[in-house]
């Protein structure tokens, strides 16, 4: 093919090693007078303003980049553009612009944004000592990095979203309680009366059944657990509430009284103890004694027919609760 020398450059068209013939024009010119320049750029938190020339009128049409992220831009003329850092991490980040229709605009220095870590709000103000409540915490540039401190005590558990939001677990502090609790065990049972603010209650990691609840003051049902220490946690609107109790599930030792009985049924059996509740089962070995009468220190039953043996007594009720402070 003949080769037509050019004074300007040609576009040209490869198609396995063979050159295309251009049958009309294919001059393509890069022209100063259309390239667009970047000259300056200011920066007030996270708005940049850019100086320079052959900028686009049309705000979506002018692409602004601050490292490889987008800076939206709110304003533009031919000669200046204005532009909001969504959001990115901590650092300093060369700027460009690039123009729809004319290219990246050519600069004959590097210009740069600094990215600071910034807080601008934090929600809520104010919390119970006991901890236990998120803590939202508005800014500018958090990473994945980034660790949030409440009175030099590490808030746990943080999630960073879209740069300016963390969110993390206030935790309990030494300072003045935020709740005061009032525990009690009425004698007629295992329901346990609490005093203090808005909250929900734990037996160790079991939920306690609430039978009545006011804004003050809440009346559950203790769940059946084995026998141990359990901490008592009552978690507040506000947090975790202060000072925490424990729970102790146990039985007190027995005493039967008769010891002996007749084979056939009818004798009258009693048993003194603590921590009996409604739902309390009597058996001597495999034989039921049938209970008529109930109370938290004392069960009266009936014995049935069974073979002569020397039987273990075996009673299942409902624990009795012992409070500790700790």
């Not at 667009?36 to 750029?41: A, D, E, I, N, Y």
Request: with cysteine; charged share 10%; glycine share 8%.
């Amino acid at each position: 093919m003949t080769q037509i020398y050019h004074t300007v450059p040609q576009v040209e068209v490869l198609m396995g090693g063979t050159r295309s013939s251009c049958t009309e024009t294919c001059d393509f010119q890069w022209l100063p007078s259309l390239t667009p320049t970047l000259s300056s750029v200011s920066q007030a938190l996270m708005t940049l303003s850019i100086d320079g020339t052959g900028f686009s009128p049309i705000a979506s049409s002018n692409t602004v980049l601050v490292g490889s992220g987008s800076c939206t831009v709110t304003a533009a003329t031919t000669t200046r553009l204005t532009c909001t850092i969504p959001g990115a991490p901590t650092g300093t980040y060369p700027v460009s612009v690039i123009v729809a229709g004319s290219g990246q605009a050519l600069s004959s220095d590097t210009f740069t944004a600094t990215i600071a870590l910034q807080v601008t709000s934090i929600s809520p103000i104010r919390g119970g000592a006991g901890g236990g409540y998120t803590l939202t915490i508005s800014g500018t540039d958090f990473s994945s990095l980034s660790a949030a401190l409440v009175d030099n005590n590490i808030c746990t558990n943080p999630e960073v979203m879209n740069y300016t939001t963390i969110t993390c677990l206030v935790l309990s502090t030494a300072a003045s309680s935020n709740s005061v609790v009032d525990v009690v065990v009425p004698d007629s049972g295992n329901q346990i009366t609490i005093t203090g603010t808005t909250f929900r209650v734990l037996v160790g990691t079991t939920s306690a059944a609430v039978t009545s609840a006011s804004s003050t003051n809440i009346i559950f049902t203790a769940p059946t657990l084995a026998p141990g220490i359990y901490p008592l946690t009552v978690n507040t609107t506000n947090g975790f509430a202060r000072p925490q109790f424990q729970i102790e599930y146990r039985f007190y030792d027995q005493e039967v009284t008769p010891n002996v009985g007749s084979l056939y049924r009818g004798s009258d059996v009693y048993v003194q103890d603590q921590g009996f509740g409604s739902n309390t089962v009597v058996t001597f070995g495999a034989a039921p004694c049938t209970v008529l009468e109930v109370n938290f220190t004392r069960i009266h039953c009936k014995t049935t027919s069974a073979a002569p043996a020397v039987l273990l007594c075996r009673i299942l009720s409902q624990l009795h609760h012992r409070m500790h402070q700790q």
